[in-house]
């Protein structure tokens, strides 16, 4: 089946740890994305990739960095840096990040990250 | 960023549609209009998006305005399964290319027998 998949599903972190999430997607898209959602919230933009070898900072950027070495993988790092990383983290890819583009945004199903 | 506007909360009897508003007055005549919805702790999924005109597929209908300030989503026989959070968005270009979906808190639908 085509889709994106995430692991893990649950994480665990001690403060002060740097975590990697996976994203994988064979859905040939070009652009890929990764959103916080924390509890009873909306979706924010973390990073967001256009194609391979690039990404830009999304609106609350500070304490992650990505990679986009391959097409299909889109992994999230998140640093120790990162005050409050507890939170629910939304790998997602589309066809193509043209601007005005109707092409459909599709997300995975999460990775709960829980700092203790 | 184009802005949103959605009920907190809504109920529907199991059967009936289920016709979930949304406001986008400030959205730009290039924007599309997005629905997802999330059943907790897991991805959004998509439902239906439009630029101008009424959309339809086999999950539910999306009723754009003329002005484009505001749009509808009914969902026709709504069934317990629909119970989520709805999720109305613009998509928005971003400065350094590419664009994105900005989410706000949804309406959450709950559907009852």
């Known amino acids: 089946d085509g889709g994106i998949t995430q692991s893990p599903k649950y994480l665990f972190r001690k403060e002060g740890q740097n975590v990697t999430l996976s994203c994988e997607q064979n859905?040939?898209?070009?652009?890929m994305y990764w959103y916080r959602q924390d509890p009873g919230q909306g979706l924010r933009l973390i990073y967001y990739?256009?194609?391979?070898?690039?990404?830009q900072k999304g609106d609350i950027a500070e304490g992650y960095s990505v990679s986009r070495e391959k097409k299909e993988s889109f992994p999230l790092t998140v640093t120790s840096a990162q005050k409050n990383p507890t939170a629910f983290y939304l790998c997602?890819?589309?066809?193509?990040?043209?601007?005005?583009?109707?092409?459909?945004?599709?997300f995975g199903e999460g990775s709960w990250l829980t700092v203790v | 960023d184009a802005k949103t506007t959605q009920p907190t909360s809504m109920d529907c009897a199991e059967g009936r549609a289920a016709n979930l508003p949304c406001n986008h007055s400030t959205i730009s005549g290039n924007e599309y209009v997005y629905w997802y919805r999330q059943i907790h702790s897991q991805g959004p999924q998509y439902i239906i998006h439009g630029l101008k005109n009424n959309e339809t597929n086999e999950m539910a209908s999306l009723i754009i305005t003329e002005d484009r300030k505001s749009s509808t989503l009914i969902l026709p026989h709504a069934t317990l399964r629909d119970t989520a959070v709805y999720y109305c968005?613009?998509?928005?270009?971003?400065?350094?290319?590419?664009?994105?979906?900005?989410f706000g808190t949804g309406t959450q639908l709950k559907v009852e027998l």
């Open positions: 997602a890819s589309s066809i193509s990040a043209k601007p005005y583009s109707g092409n459909t945004i599709y």
């Open positions: 968005i613009v998509r928005v270009a971003l400065t350094g290319g590419g664009n994105k979906l900005t």
């Open positions: 859905l040939n898209h070009d652009a």
């Open positions: 990739s256009q194609i391979v070898n690039d990404f």
